[in-house]
């Protein structure tokens, strides 16, 4: 076995050997220049459109949510508005109502005014009949007695007599 004493001829310091490290750095800057040609530029294109999808996106979904927010603000303004024509139709039913419950009782009470006045009239009217009635029998019977008693002349007794028959025969005629 042969021991690493001896050292190559175009060694470096430290021990180090120069060449490698000359073949080494420009193997690595192949590398990154093809890394940037074939590696990098597709890989930030690829993040370029990951990020331009995802501000799209963010985008999109604040677009929405802005449509959501206006959609409610509509919809909750629709709702109050809507309540307030449901109250302004129960207002308007209950004042109807109300004003109908007056004509009504209104019209009533006209109503059975009349009738009373109506009754009134009859009652005057009927009455007035019968006391014409009245009149006009008290004045047959007092003719009836009349001509009786002229045609004979009675007592007491009798001319009492033959006024009770005649108010006899006046009730019996009704």
Do not use: C
């Not at 193997?27 to 799209?56: S, T």
């Not at 009245?134 to 007092?142: I, P």
């Amino acid at each position: 076995m042969q021991a690493f004493t001896s050292m190559p001829l175009y060694a470096g310091l430290g021990g180090l050997e120069v060449g490698t490290m000359a073949t080494q750095l420009f193997f690595f800057i192949v590398l990154l220049i093809l890394l940037r040609k074939f590696a990098w530029g597709p890989l930030m294109g690829v993040m370029q459109k990951r990020e331009e999808y995802v501000a799209n996106e963010i985008e999109a979904a604040e677009k929405s949510r802005e449509e959501a927010e206006k959609a409610q603000a509509e919809a909750a303004d629709q709702l109050k508005q809507t309540k307030q024509e449901a109250q302004q139709i129960i207002d308007d039913a209950k004042s109807t109502g109300a004003k109908q419950e007056h004509e009504i009782i209104n019209n009533a009470r006209q109503e059975a005014e009349r009738i009373k006045e109506s009754a009134q009239e009859e009652i005057a009217n009927e009455k007035e009949k019968a006391i014409q009635a009245l009149q006009d029998k008290v004045a047959s019977l007092s003719v009836q007695i009349a001509s009786k008693v002229i045609e004979k002349e009675i007592s007491a007794q009798d001319q009492e007599k033959l006024i009770d028959e005649y108010i006899k025969e006046a009730g019996e005629e009704r």
